[in-house]
């Protein structure tokens, strides 16, 4: 089978790995990947959002499966721009199943048609500036305000200052993140402890992959601004037997039942983005894909062939699978460009250590250059993901000795990921 992936991130490089570990992956290529997906396939200089040179490729090259990594094209209709190609599997939803991911407003109106837990929330737009600071002002502090649209992770602003929170209303209907603050929500705090579910859905039947814990916070005890990951953890301990089978009942089962009550024909990744209060999960999120850097540590933990659940995935037969998980603990730290997340400078030289046999390199913003330079091309440059038969902290610990093999100028990554577990 000759797979095309779609992305440039460590999760699709994640996903590249656990890829070409399958028999029935014949070649594989990442349009337009990075400086290390070119060591497991092919790199392809493609517009990951330009469709129609995607599908004159598919043709060209007689791709059996395309795999889309990122959101953008998901939420953007490459699905429905595609599926027309015969015989051709494709990984992801359409945009109407996107929109999970790229309404937030949907997303909550979904929800309580379904009855899923969630945070209240009100969603505002530009002309209703003076109504969403009214309302603002009925609110108990922590204040939770999202972006509407996509945002690269960073659309998400808490504050318990109002002041602040009042400025960033103002920020955000004015155009902060363009067009996906155009409306924005202003959502109840949940307290509680996050937590991230994948399922794969073949449009009736679903299976779970391993969970995992992230670290979206720039700074050591999540603290400042919001990335789009510092890095996360699998398994996560307090997502027990009882916590599992209540995120199934209450979150997981009722929005794949509502997806086929809306005629949504869903083939691809949910990621439910979870909080536990007081032991019940609560839906903080919907993405319509993999996360990143959950990917990092989920595809290590995955035993059973993706190639083969892609395929049943293709054929709604996921109902006869069995998933079978690595049990080792297994953590990913992420390697930042100093500046990250606002501005920062690429084209950074990346040196990298021998000796690095117990660690694994996902890369997530590198490039190559002339005369075989590896070069940092990303605010996050590489996961360093590592695993231990004995506990997070041992894992951690090989993460943290192989992280300081690897340099770059203005290098920082966070040293206490899973420090809450």
Request: charged share 25%.
């Amino acid at each position: 089978m000759k797979v095309l992936l779609v992305g440039s991130g460590g999760r699709e490089h994640a996903l590249a790995w656990k890829l070409i570990q399958s028999e029935n992956c014949e070649q594989l290529f990442i349009a337009p990947g990075n400086g290390g997906t070119g060591a497991l396939g092919t790199n392809v200089q493609l517009d990951i959002n330009d469709y129609d040179a995607i599908g004159a490729f598919v043709r060209e090259q007689g791709i059996d499966m395309l795999i889309v990594g990122p959101e953008a094209p998901l939420v953007e209709g490459i699905r429905d721009h595609l599926e027309s190609i015969e015989d051709l599997i494709i990984v992801g939803p359409g945009k109407d199943g996107a929109a999970l991911e790229g309404s937030k407003s949907f997303a909550k109106s979904f929800m309580a048609s379904a009855g899923i837990p969630t945070a209240n929330a009100k969603t505002f737009d530009q002309s209703q500036l003076d109504a969403a600071l009214r309302f603002l002002g009925d609110m108990q502090p922590p204040y939770v305000l999202k972006a509407d649209g996509l945002a690269a992770g960073k659309g998400v602003i808490i504050t318990s200052d109002y002041k602040e929170a009042r400025e960033t209303v103002e920020r955000m209907l004015n155009g902060q993140f363009g067009k996906a603050s155009s409306h924005i929500l202003i959502e109840q705090f949940l307290s509680g402890i996050e937590y991230s579910v994948f399922a794969l859905c073949d449009g009736k039947n679903w299976v779970l992959l391993p969970e995992a814990k992230d670290y979206k916070r720039v700074g050591e005890g999540d603290t400042g601004p919001n990335t789009g990951g510092m890095g996360a953890v699998s398994p996560v301990p307090f997502f027990n037997t009882t916590l599992r089978q209540k995120t199934i009942d209450k979150v997981i089962q009722p929005t794949v039942d509502e997806l086929i009550k809306r005629g949504i024909d869903y083939k691809g990744f949910i990621f439910f983005g979870l909080i536990a209060v007081d032991g019940e999960p609560y839906v903080i999120e919907y993405n319509c894909r993999m996360g990143d850097p959950e990917t990092e540590v989920v595809m290590p933990r995955l035993k059973t062939d993706l190639v083969s659940l892609l395929e049943h995935m293709h054929h709604q037969t996921l109902d006869k699978v069995t998933v079978e998980f690595d049990g080792r603990h297994t953590v990913t730290v992420m390697l930042c460009s100093e500046g990250y997340p606002g501005s920062y400078e690429k084209k950074k030289t990346i040196h990298i250590d021998v000796g690095l046999h117990e660690a694994l390199l996902f890369h997530a913003g590198t490039t190559g250059a002339e005369g075989g330079e590896l070069l940092t091309n990303g605010g996050r440059v590489i996961a360093i993901t590592c695993q231990s038969e004995d506990d997070v902290t041992s894992a951690l610990v090989k993460a943290m000795t192989a992280a300081e093999k690897v340099s770059f100028e203005g290098k920082f990554y966070r040293k206490d990921i899973g420090f809450d577990l």
